[in-house]
């Protein structure tokens, strides 16, 4: 049953980017470490015209969702190249992922939605 379920999970890995409340640019990286846990690279803008700023850390998983932090990442169940970021912030955010080529995520930056 342990090799099914990382079949399933294997679909939150990758790269993913999007914009937190269509504004601001945000991006993951989720990879897997081959246990109930990934390694998310998180990239992120406080300010539009700000720099970058860069976390990362382990994350629990689920079937189609991983919980980093305090952001929550799920697959659309209709569309596994879509996912959904909830960050539970002192003013909670929301972003609409894309699946993206797979890259470092140093190497993310907004052109991806060009």
Known sequence: MKILSRIFLSAIVGAWGGKWDN???VFFVIVDTGEPTYKVFYKWKERVDGPYSLSDGMAR???????FSNINIS???DNSDKAI????FPTPRK???IRLPPSPIENLDLKEFN
């Open 85 to 88: 970021a909830k960050g539970d």
């Open 61 to 67: 998983g689920g079937l189609s969702e991983v919980q």
């Open 75 to 77: 697959i659309d169940p």
């Open 95 to 97: 972003a609409n992922l």
């Open 23 to 25: 504004r601001w640019p």
